[in-house]
């Protein structure tokens, strides 16, 4: 199993350009959610995913895009990137058994910066 | 999204040394769930370990244990016999049982000296 994979690892964008990071898993996982990470502030979640064709809103959801149309993908668009957007983004899953939370497995990250 | 704060940003400690991290959080909810995730230089975040707000024991996991007291709403890591492997960014979460929604402390940095 090659568990949570994200691309790609590093990413430079100028404002107002469009992008889309990649997230699969092979376990399975019928959640899927993607955090960002920035200083100081740990991470915060941005959207997430119950299973295919079912996604919600996160705490920070604004200026992002997300859509879940197999168990395996849930890619994160940003469609007008700004400089706010510089972050280190993790997509994580797991198991989605209702009552009890399965452990939530990070991918390695992605290092977005916009100028 | 609830609050859980790490009060401390930095902490040192000897290699072969015990070092505890601090944790607190604010809810209204009784039934939840506990987390303290690893992120090491390579930027992985790795569970180390996870306690259920309805089990009285604390949790133990090797050289981690947690000292879990609900009605404070505390939730401490303790890192025994310490290893330089052990450097890295600790993060507190917490989880509703209701959701997979985690909130996350803002880390402490912990650096083990040889």
């Known amino acids: 199993n090659a568990g949570v994979t994200q691309t790609p690892k590093f990413q430079v964008l100028k404002t107002g350009q469009s992008m889309t990071l990649q997230c699969a898993q092979d376990?399975?996982?019928?959640?899927m959610s993607w955090y960002r990470q920035d200083p100081g502030m740990g991470l915060r979640l941005i959207h997430y995913?119950?299973?295919?064709?079912?996604?919600d809103q996160g705490e920070v959801p604004n200026g992002y895009n997300v859509s879940r149309s197999t168990t395996e993908d849930f890619p994160l668009r940003l469609l007008s990137a700004a400089p706010s957007q510089t972050s280190v983004y993790f997509c994580a899953s797991s198991k989605w058994t209702s009552g009890s939370p399965d452990t939530q497995y990070f991918g390695p990250g992605t290092r977005l910066t916009v100028l | 999204a609830q609050t859980v704060t790490q009060s401390q940003p930095e902490m040192s400690v000897q290699e072969a040394e015990t070092v505890t991290l601090s944790c607190t959080y604010d809810t209204s909810e009784n039934n939840y769930y506990l987390f303290w995730y690893k992120q090491p230089p390579s930027r992985q975040m790795i569970l180390v370990i996870r306690?259920?707000?309805?089990?009285?024991q604390n949790a133990t996991e090797n050289r981690f244990s947690v000292n879990f007291q609900k009605a404070a709403k505390s939730f401490s890591l303790k890192i025994s016999d310490s290893q330089l492997g052990d450097t890295a960014m600790y993060f507190c979460a917490f989880m509703k049982r209701s959701d997979y929604k985690l909130s996350f402390g803002a880390g402490t940095t912990v650096t083990v000296r040889a």
């Open positions: 306690q259920e707000a309805y089990k009285q």
């Open positions: 995913s119950v299973g295919a064709g079912i996604t």
């Open positions: 376990m399975n996982h019928e959640y």
